[in-house]
């Protein structure tokens, strides 16, 4: 969830280390500090609440020296104070951490009966503890680096700097990312590439339990078990103006914007050069191996494999399983012969995830994973990892990566319906023909922006909300509700419309806004039946709907937003911007944080 970096430069340090910062405040913002190495002597400047503050703080209080660490916070054990904050130091040695010590309370009462106080609730200040009773007892600084990694047990991403080492830097990597950065003569160290891509495009990903020495000049792994690795030296492509917001007020509006191009790179991707069938580049994938399928995520991407379930479903006939990855994960759930097992995540560091993930290795018949990052950890250890090329992601709320997720997704359906027979190559060809025409009906829904912001100020005025939806739009109506909780802070809840009776529909009062996710398919007339329900107890009914859903159930609706026609398969594709637009501009009504929601992180690398 926290975001770290290191330098060994030849240039001042503190600027480098901001600017890597700001492109990893998306992993946290609650506090933000950096240490640097200057004339031998270790020195920090810190800061609660988000990087601006920091960098305040270093117009009145520059940091010299040409190596250095820093650190943006998403708080786990103790509040965002400034004695929390990182880097933690400890006698010579400075500390960043993303992660959690699990073992840290077994550590604290041993540094305690050696009469060893604490200054902070952190468990990484145990961590800086440690390595500086190594220290004082003659151990060298890789030495004691390493021997304070072999007590740590959880899940961490580590840097170290020392006193007196203007050109040592040792970084570790269990369960949390991290990569390292080659320039002439300087290296850098980064939660991930986005953070060095101003700086280098050369990067090496640490493995699970290596540990790093870094000079100006040289790298040096170690894996778990000790012995020398060789770990490949990767050129990336990560376009630096990605992490701008292009002229729009926050990146969540910018990413939404973004959509119809994204959604086309990724249909270029995987679609023949006529476009009528699908295909999978490097990867061989048969879905008739397959008896049935067990979609695990997180999250937004967990709503993204509930509608590929009923895609799976309905076009392909394969029965599919969808579960939350922490709940799975320790479930241990029985995996039957010839079963799938495939994985979402836009990171491809969700710490469920991967755990859930590395469960099914060996099990499952073949790994499959749905991911932004080709670099990542789910990437790099499934057999099949599929790109769905949605580019950076800054804001907190996901938006372009999940309809890409969804994009990617039903190809896959539609490539298990070919395999499976269960479609005919005239039916398929027609859904890819009106797949390739989504872009552009897309982009004449974004033109409804200012429909969205007018709803949006009305639902403002709300303390809760209920999103309804039948079939493929119930997923949609949970990822309204997440969306809309997530950045505005309206209490909102999503049902199954056919639910409503069972419960919900006691809530139903004059104050109670009820989004009805509903394009006029096969299930229309029933969604129109709980509308009725809702607005005979008084409930304003906001219709997001298409022209012939406008036409027969426009009467007593509170608000009503028609988007453009589209083939009912691809309708959660184009109903995922009603949820996104009608959240985004109910938090600009608000005046809450769109990007940076409080509480939140992009990247959730622990439990």
Same mark, same amino acid.
């Given at each position: 969830?926290?975001?770290?970096?290191?330098?060994?430069?030849?240039?001042?340090?503190?600027?480098?280390?901001?600017?890597?910062?700001?492109?990893?405040?998306?992993? /946290?913002?609650?506090?933000?500090?950096?240490?640097?190495?200057?004339?031998?002597?270790?020195?920090?400047?810190?800061?609660?609440?988000?990087?601006?503050?920091?960098?305040?703080?270093?117009?009145?209080?520059?940091?010299?020296?040409?190596?250095?660490?820093?650190?943006?916070?998403?708080?786990?054990?103790?509040?965002?104070?400034?004695?929390?904050?990182?880097?933690?130091?400890?006698?010579?040695?400075?500390?960043?951490?993303?992660?959690?010590?699990?073992?840290?309370?077994?550590?604290?009462?041993?540094?305690?009966?050696?009469?060893?106080?604490?200054?902070?609730?952190?468990?990484?200040?145990?961590?800086?503890?440690?390595?500086?009773?190594?220290?004082?007892?003659?151990?060298?600084?890789?030495?004691?680096?390493?021997?304070?990694?072999?007590?740590?047990?959880?899940?961490?991403?580590?840097?170290?700097?020392?006193?007196?080492?203007?050109?040592?830097?040792?970084?570790?990597?269990?369960?949390?990312?991290?990569?390292?950065?080659?320039?002439?003569?300087?290296?850098?160290?980064?939660?991930?590439?986005?953070?060095?891509?101003?700086?280098?495009?050369?990067?090496?990903?640490?493995?699970?339990?290596?540990?790093?020495?870094? *000079?100006?000049?040289?790298?040096?792994?170690?894996?778990?078990?000790?012995?020398?690795?060789?770990?490949?030296?990767?050129?990336?492509?990560?376009?630096?103006?990605?992490?701008?917001?292009? /002229?729009?007020?926050?990146?969540?509006?910018?990413?939404?914007?973004?959509?119809?191009?994204?959604?086309?790179?990724?249909?270029?991707?995987?679609?023949?050069?006529?476009?009528?069938?699908?295909?999978?580049?490097?990867?061989?994938?048969?879905?008739?191996?397959?008896?049935?399928?067990?979609?695990?995520?997180?999250?937004?991407?967990?709503?993204?494999?509930?509608?590929?379930?009923?895609?799976?479903?309905?076009?392909?006939?394969?029965?599919?399983?969808?579960?939350?990855?922490? %709940?799975?994960?320790?479930?241990?759930?029985?995996?039957?012969?010839?079963?799938?097992?495939?994985?979402?995540?836009?990171?491809? %560091?969700?710490?469920?995830?991967?755990?859930?993930?590395?469960?099914?290795?060996?099990?499952?018949?073949?790994?499959?994973?749905?991911?932004?990052?080709?670099?990542?950890?789910?990437?790099?250890?499934?057999?099949?990892?599929?790109?769905?090329?949605? /580019?950076?992601?800054?804001?907190?709320?996901?938006?372009?990566?999940?309809?890409?997720?969804?994009?990617?997704?039903?190809?896959?359906?539609?490539?298990?319906?070919?395999?499976?027979?269960?479609?005919?190559?005239?039916?398929?060809?027609?859904?890819? *023909?009106?797949?390739?025409?989504?872009?552009?009906?897309?982009?004449?829904?974004?033109?409804?922006?200012?429909?969205?912001?007018?709803?949006?100020?009305?639902?403002?005025?709300?303390?809760?909300?209920?999103?309804?939806?039948?079939?493929?739009?119930?997923?949609?109506?949970?990822?309204?509700?997440?969306?809309?909780?997530?950045?505005?802070?309206?209490?909102?809840?999503?049902?199954? *419309?056919?639910?409503?009776?069972?419960?919900?529909?006691?809530?139903?009062?004059?104050?109670?806004?009820?989004?009805?996710?509903?394009?006029?398919?096969?299930?229309?007339?029933?969604?129109?039946?709980?509308?009725?329900?809702?607005?005979?107890?008084?409930?304003?009914?906001?219709?997001?709907?298409?022209?012939? /859903?406008?036409?027969?159930?426009?009467?007593?609706?509170?608000?009503?937003?028609?988007?453009?026609?589209?083939?009912?398969?691809?309708?959660?594709?184009?109903?995922?911007?009603?949820?996104?637009?009608?959240?985004?501009?109910?938090?600009?009504?608000?005046?809450?944080?769109?990007?940076?929601?409080?509480?939140?992180?992009?990247?959730?690398?622990?439990?």
């Amino acid at each position: 969830m926290c975001g770290i970096v290191g330098v060994l430069g030849k240039h001042e340090a503190s600027p480098i280390l901001v600017e890597a910062l700001k492109r990893l405040e998306y992993r /946290g913002y609650d506090s933000a500090g950096i240490a640097t190495l200057h004339e031998g002597h270790l020195e920090r400047r810190r800061a609660v609440g988000k990087l601006v503050n920091l960098s305040d703080l270093l117009v009145h209080e520059p940091l010299a020296g040409k190596a250095g660490i820093g650190h943006t916070r998403w708080a786990t054990h103790g509040a965002p104070t400034l004695g929390n904050t990182h880097p933690h130091r400890a006698g010579p040695v400075a500390v960043v951490h993303n992660g959690i010590i699990e073992n840290y309370r077994e550590l604290r009462a041993d540094l305690a009966e050696r009469g060893i106080g604490f200054d902070t609730d952190t468990d990484t200040e145990t961590v800086a503890l440690l390595t500086h009773g190594y220290l004082d007892q003659g151990y060298a600084p890789i030495d004691a680096a390493k021997a304070t990694i072999d007590r740590l047990e959880g899940a961490y991403a580590l840097a170290f700097l020392f006193d007196g080492e203007p050109d040592l830097m040792i970084a570790a990597r269990k369960g949390s990312p991290l990569a390292i950065g080659h320039g002439e003569e300087e290296m850098y160290v980064g939660s991930d590439a986005i953070a060095l891509a101003p700086f280098t495009n050369r990067i090496t990903y640490l493995e699970e339990g290596d540990i790093a020495v870094l *000079s100006r000049t040289s790298l040096t792994i170690t894996d778990a078990n000790g012995e020398l690795a060789n770990r490949e030296v990767r050129t990336i492509r990560i376009d630096s103006t990605q992490v701008d917001k292009g /002229g729009h007020k926050h990146f969540m509006a910018k990413e939404i914007a973004e959509q119809p191009s994204v959604i086309g790179d990724a249909l270029r991707h995987y679609l023949s050069d006529d476009g009528r069938d699908v295909v999978l580049p490097g990867a061989d994938l048969d879905f008739t191996q397959f008896d049935r399928m067990i979609m695990v995520a997180c999250g937004t991407a967990y709503y993204a494999c509930l509608t590929a379930k009923y895609w799976f479903e309905q076009l392909a006939g394969m029965p599919v399983e969808v579960d939350i990855a922490s %709940e799975f994960r320790y479930r241990e759930p029985p995996i039957p012969a010839r079963t799938g097992a495939l994985f979402v995540s836009q990171s491809g %560091e969700t710490a469920d995830t991967l755990a859930a993930m590395r469960y099914c290795e060996g099990r499952a018949d073949k790994v499959l994973s749905v991911v932004n990052v080709p670099e990542s950890s789910i990437a790099r250890e499934s057999d099949i990892a599929l790109p769905i090329l949605a /580019g950076t992601e800054i804001g907190v709320a996901s938006t372009k990566a999940f309809t890409c997720q969804l994009t990617v997704l039903l190809l896959l359906a539609l490539k298990a319906a070919h395999d499976r027979g269960t479609r005919s190559p005239e039916e398929l060809a027609d859904t890819l *023909s009106n797949l390739r025409g989504l872009p552009a009906t897309i982009n004449h829904a974004l033109e409804l922006d200012p429909a969205f912001k007018t709803a949006a100020r009305q639902l403002a005025e709300a303390d809760n909300a209920l999103f309804l939806g039948r079939g493929l739009m119930y997923p949609l109506a949970l990822e309204g509700a997440l969306k809309l909780k997530e950045i505005s802070y309206i209490h909102a809840e999503a049902y199954a *419309s056919g639910e409503l009776k069972h419960g919900p529909i006691a809530l139903i009062d004059k104050t109670m806004p009820v989004v009805v996710m509903a394009p006029c398919d096969a299930l229309f007339d029933k969604t129109v039946s709980n509308m009725q329900e809702v607005m005979a107890r008084g409930g304003k009914v906001m219709l997001i709907t298409d022209r012939a /859903g406008a036409e027969a159930a426009n009467d007593g609706v509170w608000t009503q937003i028609t988007l453009p026609d589209v083939d009912p398969i691809l309708s959660p594709i184009l109903y995922a911007l009603p949820a996104q637009l009608l959240a985004y501009h109910t938090a600009v009504a608000k005046g809450t944080d769109a990007d940076q929601p409080r509480n939140l992180a992009k990247s959730v690398t622990v439990e």
